[in-house]
């Protein structure tokens, strides 16, 4: 691994949906997560966010999932992973914010809940490339893709 990088493996179900495993480094910070999606969503939505440029603080490229509300199906009862890709400064520098955890799949579980937030710098030549590696994976032409940190 890079000093910083986000690395994504995809584990495709029978019913049209997968498992994004996510595995994110920062200096001596690491940590694994997954969730399941639609790729299908995940690219009309996060990888057409990637591409767009300027990239905004207000509409950051987003990826998120875990267990949705049965209340609310637009709400994250529990997020899993989450992944945001916004400005970090005025120079074009960009900001990878990822947030992982465990499940929880009963109340007294909480306690032992893990999570972890990761962020690290990047560009926006390393962000194209990870959209288009995000596709090939999606499309079973690659094992994995991976967005590299800037180089401090």
């Known amino acids: 691994m890079n000093a910083s990088e986000l690395r994504?493996?995809?584990?495709?179900?029978?019913?049209?949906?997968?498992?994004?495993?996510?595995?994110?480094?920062?200096?001596?910070?690491?940590?694994?997560?997954?969730?399941?999606?639609?790729?299908?969503?995940?690219?009309?939505?996060?990888?057409?966010?990637?591409?767009?440029?300027?990239l905004t603080a207000t509409t950051p490229a987003l990826i998120e999932g875990g267990f949705w509300s049965k209340e609310n199906p637009a709400s994250l009862e529990q997020c899993h992973l989450r992944i945001a890709v916004k400005p970090y400064d005025s120079r074009g520098t960009l900001l990878v914010h990822v947030d992982l955890?465990?499940?929880?799949?009963?109340?007294?579980?909480?306690?032992?809940?893990?999570?972890?937030?990761?962020?690290?710098t990047t560009e926006y030549a390393a962000v194209d490339r990870f959209a288009q590696e995000l596709e090939g994976l999606f499309d079973g032409k690659r094992d994995v893709a991976v967005l590299t940190g800037a180089k401090s």
């Not at 955890?101 to 690290?120: G, H, K």
């Open 8 to 54: 994504i493996a995809y584990e495709a179900d029978d019913d049209g949906t997968g498992k994004i495993i996510a595995t994110v480094k920062s200096g001596e910070f690491s940590a694994r997560g997954a969730a399941w999606f639609n790729p299908d969503d995940v690219i009309r939505t996060f990888v057409a966010a990637l591409r767009s440029f300027p």
């Open 101 to 120: 955890s465990s499940e929880v799949w009963t109340t007294p579980d909480a306690d032992l809940q893990n999570l972890a937030t990761i962020r690290f």
